[in-house]
């Protein structure tokens, strides 16, 4: 496909777009949406090229259909061909811009990301821990926090306050030594059937695990069938989630 032609004659101010980096031979089909519903085309160079499209100026973006239409354009496209994401928001003048100002520069290190990204896909897994379980563990194995429950008992939070607050820290304290140990044992379990790991800061108090993972397409059904088997032995215990295939953004290094 050559680069792409703006719809219009009153677009001819419009921005340019650009989703991620792709292979060169990848084409853009007729169903390909970007943001605003905007049809999704690709600017080529060399042997690599960029998806993109049109955008006015004026257009204010950073929507949460905006976030999600970027989001399911590149995680669609990873199923297909490798593919490097841009982060959110990445907007260039024209199509000729998005050559030779981003392809052609860096060119030969894009392709040999995308030659290291071909038949992989990264995947998200997530797991929080189950309240009532983990607090019991937590009574259990510390004697203080025990003592500070049974303290605490059934009277006033203001006559218990820092009794209250002592507790909360060893609980905090607790959940962090837990989470370390529970995140050593995942990546004991899956880092044998993915290429790459990288572990992520959790985003609640209760995460027990957040752990981005390459996977080679290849070898999906081996890589979920040893989270099937760490989730058997973490029932009622750790809630685990998947996410993907998702496009690579741990694993993609910034150009220099």
Not at 17 to 28: A, C, L, N, R, T
């Amino acid at each position: 496909m050559a680069a792409p032609e703006w719809a219009s004659e009153e677009e001819h101010n419009a921005a340019c777009y650009v989703y991620g980096i792709v292979p060169g031979d990848v084409e853009s089909t007729p169903d390909a949406r970007g943001l605003g519903d905007r049809p999704v085309t690709v600017v080529r160079h060399g042997e690599i090229a960029a998806l993109v499209s049109e955008i006015h100026p004026d257009d204010a973006i950073g929507t949460p259909q905006d976030l999600k239409a970027h989001d399911e354009l590149l995680n669609a496209t990873v199923i297909e061909a490798p593919v490097l994401p841009l982060r959110f928001g990445a907007v260039m003048t024209t199509p000729e811009a998005v050559a030779e100002e981003l392809l052609a520069p860096h060119h030969d290190q894009f392709l040999a990301a995308l030659e290291e990204l071909e038949g992989r896909a990264e995947y998200i897994v997530k797991g929080r821990y189950v309240e009532r379980a983990v607090l019991t563990e937590l009574l259990a194995e510390n004697d203080e926090a025990a003592r500070l429950r049974e303290e605490i008992g059934d009277t006033t939070e203001d006559a218990t306050r820092d009794v209250r607050m002592r507790l909360g820290e060893i609980i905090q304290q607790g959940l962090a030594a837990k989470r370390d140990a529970d995140t050593d044992r995942f990546m004991q379990a899956l880092s044998p059937h993915s290429v790459a790991t990288a572990v992520r800061e959790p985003t609640h108090e209760q995460d027990a695990v957040h752990v981005a993972l390459l996977v080679e397409t290849a070898r999906r059904s081996d890589f979920e069938d040893a989270l099937d088997g760490l989730a058997r032995g973490w029932e009622e215990r750790i809630d685990l989630r998947l996410r993907g295939p998702l496009a690579p953004y741990d694993f993609v290094v910034k150009p220099n």
